[in-house]
């Protein structure tokens, strides 16, 4: 009877003590996702700041402007159909033709 209740006894602090360090676990992986949350979210704010300084420097009066100051003689660009891209190579125009029902 003594072994019995030693074992129940045993078992029980071991599942106990196996349920606090899931739970542990638990806090610590929630603890590492919010900070995550906070370091993507301060990224993003960084992010649009950037965007808006960058809007800033692009508005085509100031761009303009740089231009003038850097007097630089640029001309205007075009694309034209079939005008070759450095990534992907010629563009095809492929004309299609109505079905006929």
Known sequence: MFAKLMVLIIAGT????????????????????????????ATRQATWDL??????????NSLNQA??????????????PGAEDLNRGPTRVVERTPRRR
């Open 51 to 60: 965007q808006v300084k960058v809007a800033a420097f692009v508005e085509p």
């Open 67 to 80: 231009l003038a100051r850097a007097e630089l003689d640029l001309e205007p660009l075009t694309i034209t």
């Open 14 to 41: 071991a599942t106990a003590a196996a349920l606090l360090w899931l739970r542990q676990q638990r806090v610590e992986l929630a603890h590492e996702i919010t900070t995550a949350h906070q370091q993507i979210d």
